[in-house]
Each structure stands twice: as C-alpha cells, then as structure tokens.
C-alpha cells in the first residue's frame, strides 16, 4: 500500500511538471506571436517611411542658352526645397518640342522662341493657364576674338567674309530671328549663298571659334558663353518681333503641382537676378 501511494504521488508530480513546461511553452509562443506583430508593421511603416523621402523628380526640357542659368538656380533651388530633383533636358527648342509632341517625359518647357510654345498651345500639350513669358534675349552678330576688319551687319558683304554660321531654320529660333533681320536691312538675298548651317548656336558658335565660318549669328546669352569670340553688333530692335523665352507646365506632367511652384520661383527677385547675370532680360 505505501508502495502504491508512492507510485500516486510520483504520477501526480510529474503531471504538475508537465502542465507548467507545457504552460511556459505556450507563453513563450504567445510572446514571440506579440513580438512579431509588433515588429511587423514598423517595417512597413519603414518602407513607407523611405518612399515619402525619395525626391520628386522634375524634368524641365529647356533652350541651352540657360544652361548657365540653371547650373547656379539648381543648387540654390535644392536648398530651399530638398523634396524636389531637377533635372534638365537641353536641346534646340524645335528638337524639344518634337519630343513633347511625341509623347517625351516633361514637366515644364522652356522654349527660347514663341512659335514651338504656340504649336504646343494648340495641340493642348502645355497648360494654357501656367504659360508666362519669363524671359527676353537679343540677336548678335560675333566674331573671332582677334577679328579686326568685321564691326557690323553690313561689313558681311564684304568679299573676304566667305561663311556666316546660322542655325537651321526648322528648329533653332535665333535662324528665324536672324534671317528676318537680314531681311529687314536688305542683305538677306545678298548673304544667304554665304551662310551655313549649325544644329544649333554652339555648333554655329564653334565654326566661329575654329575659323571655319568669319562670323555668326547667336543669342547674346550664347556668346558671352565663350572667351574665343567677340560681339560686333546686336540685331536692331525694330529689325525683328521681340525674343520672348516663353515657359509653361506640361499637360502630361505628373508633378504639375511641383512644377508650378518652380515656374513661380524662377519669377522671383533671386533667380531673376541670376538670368539677368547671364544676360537675359526680364519677360514682358
């Protein structure tokens, strides 16, 4: 009998003992369960976290004369506003209205002539009501540094000018601009066998610079670019319609909020102050 009441009572300790390993198994699951409920959602709120921080990007597809321009405003502009990327498209204003009109990722177009903004205007491819007119720039007539016997449009016709750099009239303003001047003083019949063609106002700028053209036709934002050449003469303002730099938001920009407010600071006194540093003039 004292041998059966042990055997009870050994039975009965091991039950208990194995009720609490069983209850501290359960609570140490419950434990680990509550934990990794809790450190889920902190990696999500972590990715979510990251994905709030990474910058908008915004992609301003604009004329190369504000290459300089822009290369000062971008750092002042990331100062102000961390959020926001810019970044530049540079191009021949008629290349990069072609681009938009093909469906090309833009957020703001800045061309540096009226006509390649109106086309967009029409087709519904700019927002009509962001359009500004945010700068102004003039035609000039440059020359090789060292170039003494050319001072003026009509020092052109001289026979020992052989080439004048022009850009191509489908897609560079400044051809537009230039011929229409020409035309005005009466020396577009008489120069045009001279001239020759640039993809745009650098490659124009470049034949002037390596000798391969006498003079050339640019914007005045262009030519102070380089140290190898020199302006003789800027176009006269009743030669030709006004050089308006008109910018506008894309209507297939997915920032246009974004967008908007860049528009609205290139307006204000500091970067205006940068574009006239470069020689530009304030939109009319």
Same mark, same amino acid.
């Given at each position: 009998?004292?041998?059966?009441?042990?055997?009870?009572?050994?039975?009965?300790?091991?039950?208990?003992?194995?009720?609490?390993?069983?209850?501290?198994?359960?609570?140490?699951?419950?434990?680990?369960?509550?934990?990794?409920?809790?450190?889920?959602?902190?990696?999500?709120?972590?990715?979510?976290?990251?994905?709030?921080?990474?910058?908008?990007?915004?992609?301003?597809?604009?004329?190369?004369?504000? /290459?300089?321009?822009?290369? $000062?405003?971008?750092?002042?502009? !990331? =100062? *102000?506003? #961390?959020?926001?990327? +810019?970044?530049?498209?540079?191009?021949?204003?008629?290349?990069?209205?072609?681009?938009?009109?093909?469906?090309?990722?833009?957020?703001?177009?800045?061309?540096?002539?009226?006509?390649?903004?109106?086309?967009?205007?029409?087709?519904?491819?700019?927002?009509?009501?962001?359009?500004?007119?945010?700068?102004?720039?003039?035609?000039?007539?440059?020359?090789?540094?060292?170039?003494?016997?050319?001072?003026?449009?009509?020092?052109?016709?001289?026979?020992?000018?052989? /080439?004048?750099?022009?850009? $191509?009239?489908?897609?560079?303003? !400044? =051809? *537009?601009? #230039?011929?229409?001047? +020409?035309?005005?003083?009466?020396?577009?019949?008489?120069?045009?066998?001279?001239?020759?063609?640039?993809?745009?106002?650098?490659?124009?700028?470049?034949?002037?610079?390596?000798?391969?053209?006498?003079?050339?036709?640019?914007?005045?934002?262009?030519?102070?670019?380089?140290?190898?050449?020199?302006?003789?003469?800027?176009?006269?303002?009743?030669?030709?319609?006004?050089?308006?730099?008109?910018?506008?938001?894309?209507?297939?920009?997915?920032?246009?909020?974004?967008?908007?407010?860049?528009?609205?600071?290139?307006?204000?006194?500091? =970067?205006?102050?940068?574009?006239?540093?470069?020689?530009?003039?304030?939109?009319?």
């Amino acid at each position: 009998m004292k041998q059966f009441n042990r055997i009870l009572k050994t039975n009965k300790t091991q039950t208990i003992f194995g009720l609490i390993a069983c209850s501290l198994l359960l609570l140490v699951l419950f434990i680990s369960g509550c934990s990794s409920a809790v450190t889920e959602p902190s990696k999500t709120e972590d990715t979510k976290a990251a994905a709030q921080t990474k910058p908008v990007e915004l992609l301003i597809s604009t004329a190369p004369s504000l /290459k300089g321009s822009f290369e $000062e405003i971008k750092g002042l502009y !990331a =100062a *102000k506003e #961390a959020g926001v990327k +810019l970044v530049f498209n540079y191009g021949p204003s008629g290349s990069l209205q072609n681009q938009i009109e093909q469906g090309a990722a833009a957020d703001i177009f800045i061309s540096q002539g009226k006509p390649q903004m109106d086309a967009l205007e029409q087709k519904g491819l700019i927002k009509k009501d962001s359009r500004i007119n945010l700068l102004g720039d003039e035609l000039v007539l440059i020359v090789a540094k060292d170039n003494t016997t050319l001072k003026g449009f009509e020092d052109l016709t001289k026979p020992e000018v052989k /080439k004048i750099g022009i850009g $191509e009239a489908e897609s560079v303003p !400044a =051809a *537009k601009t #230039a011929k229409e001047t +020409l035309e005005t003083l009466k020396l577009w019949d008489t120069l045009r066998p001279k001239l020759v063609m640039g993809k745009d106002l650098m490659q124009v700028m470049a034949y002037v610079e390596t000798g391969n053209a006498e003079a050339g036709f640019v914007w005045d934002t262009i030519a102070v670019t380089s140290n190898k050449v020199k302006i003789v003469a800027t176009a006269p303002a009743n030669s030709h319609k006004p050089v308006v730099l008109p910018a506008a938001v894309v209507t297939a920009s997915k920032n246009s909020d974004v967008a908007s407010k860049f528009l609205q600071y290139l307006q204000s006194d500091e =970067a205006m102050k940068i574009f006239e540093k470069n020689g530009f003039i304030k939109g009319k």
